[in-house]
């Protein structure tokens, strides 16, 4: 299944012979053959074709095969490099091996297992590819273009970011609920020189209490009840890459100790285990709470907030940069009608304007999820005023923010739209798992609009 016709292999040896009998044995295997008798001919080749896999001389006058293989790793690290060498420089080509060479085959080698060797080089580079693809899409989604905004304020976190994104000092993100305190810890690993190691998040109000230890440093099989194999923590699975310490500030203080141990010492033992294993991140950590006040309540170790606080960056509310409204609406819109498959465009220019009188309590998140409705509401192309919440329109009327606590008709109306938004808009199933009729559905709707 391997020996697939547009498979490219280069053979570099200087010997006219070796050539000849090695591509005659591979072409028979299907594969598409480039040689060349002295490196820098192979490296032109190298430029100008797509070469899935180098079969390499090792000794060759000039520039040898060491020297190729150098270059490769330089300038094609994807490519893998199979060496040839003869008795006399085996050692080169362990030390090579030891350097990330794919193999190695003392001449004249067995060609049975060249082969597979080769299939398998082969195939690695291709899952490489894969795999580089893919992060190529993720990385896409978390640059700043994703993060969307043209305010002041954003502007100057962007520079910000650019300026300390490929330092590992550690990052507090604060700012109040749905700010993008979460988006902007992504967009700093995935522009840093981190980007293709681990991004971990943790979000320290959702893991349990009891569960958060192991969570961070993970244990060993037989630590405590329960503990019946060994498991990473996150400290570990972060390694080399970024960790993310989500709401920080619900952190007890015992976990915090542990936690800044574990930065200052830069190392880290898993529950049970007796061993110190040196752990290499950069720790972000965001929170909606007050952290200094946190502190001088006692609430939080004083000395953690130092450490986490050498670069803060604080997301502003919405309300205070209402020039990136316009810009987030036209986005929100363009994703929801593609997710939802619908043709909007636009909101009305009444709307727009309450949503730049509107206080936003829950920002970016409150005015996704407020599009989000819009576009499963709206007829035609244009969100208009009956697709806002009546809140929203009601607070702007009277001049008053929203109360933190919802009435139960609004709850009410939430859940419906959020059942009718899961199930595409059909009514009959958002009915059904609402537990009411569809009539009831219809009324309730009634109801949402203003
Ligand atoms: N600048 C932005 N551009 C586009 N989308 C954004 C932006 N900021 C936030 N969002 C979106 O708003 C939502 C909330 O963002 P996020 O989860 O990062 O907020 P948060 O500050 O972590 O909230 P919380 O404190 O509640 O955890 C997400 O869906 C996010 O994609
Ligand atoms: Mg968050």
């Not at 430029?47 to 006058?61: G, N």
């Not at 420089?89 to 362990?94: E, K, M, N």
Request: proline share 3%; aromatic share 8%; charged share 30%.
């Amino acid at each position: 299944m391997h020996n697939k016709p547009s498979v490219n292999i280069l053979l570099v040896d200087d010997e006219p012979n070796a050539l000849k009998v090695l591509s005659a044995i591979l072409r028979e295997a299907s594969y598409n053959i480039y040689q060349a008798d002295r490196v820098d001919r192979a490296q032109e080749i190298v430029s100008t074709e797509r070469i899935d896999a180098v079969i390499t001389d090792l000794k060759m006058p000039g520039k040898d095969g060491l020297y190729f293989f150098d270059y490769l790793k330089s300038n094609y690290p994807d490519i893998p490099v199979i060496f040839l060498t003869a008795f006399g420089t085996v050692d080169s080509a362990v030390t090579a091996m030891t350097e990330g060479a794919f193999f190695y085959f003392i001449k004249p080698p067995d060609y049975v297992k060249l082969k597979a060797v080769l299939a398998k080089a082969v195939e690695q580079k291709k899952l490489k590819n894969e795999i580089t693809d893919l992060r190529n899409q993720l990385e896409s989604t978390y640059r700043f273009s994703n993060i969307i905004g043209k305010s002041a304020s954003m502007e100057k976190i962007f520079r910000m970011v650019e300026t300390i994104k490929d330092s590992s000092t550690n990052v507090l993100i604060i700012g109040e609920t749905g700010t993008g305190k979460e988006l902007l810890a992504r967009a700093i690993h995935y522009t840093s020189h981190r980007h293709y190691r681990p991004f971990t998040a943790v979000n320290c109000a959702a893991v349990p209490r009891e569960l958060l230890e192991a969570e961070f440093f993970g244990y060993e099989k037989g630590a405590f009840t329960g503990a019946v194999s060994r498991r990473i923590g996150k400290f570990e699975e972060a390694d080399t890459g970024t960790l993310f310490l989500d709401e920080i500030g619900e952190l007890e203080l015992a976990l915090q100790a542990k936690i800044l141990r574990a930065i200052q010492e830069k190392e880290i033992e898993r529950i049970g285990g007796s061993k110190k294993i040196k752990i290499d991140i950069r720790l972000t950590a965001s929170t909606n709470r007050d952290l200094k006040k946190e502190v001088k309540l006692k609430n939080f170790r004083a000395d953690l907030y130092y450490r986490l606080n050498v670069v803060q960056i604080k997301l502003p509310p919405l309300r205070e940069r209402k020039a990136d409204i316009p810009l987030l609406v036209t986005h929100f819109i363009d994703k929801f009608s593609q997710q939802e498959d619908k043709r909007i465009t636009s909101v009305s220019s009444e709307v727009m304007n309450i949503f730049l009188q509107y206080i936003w309590p829950g920002n970016l998140r409150e005015l996704e999820n407020v599009i989000e409705r819009a576009v499963v509401l709206a007829k035609g192309d244009e969100i208009g005023l009956r697709d806002i919440p009546r809140e929203i329109i009601r607070d702007i009327k009277t001049g008053i923010g929203t109360d933190s606590i919802k009435s139960l008709r609004e709850l009410e109306i939430e859940t419906v739209l959020k059942a009718l938004s899961k199930f595409q808009g059909n009514k009959s199933k958002a009915a059904q798992a609402l537990g009411i009729t569809r009539k009831a559905l219809y009324s309730k709707l009634r109801g949402a609009k203003a």
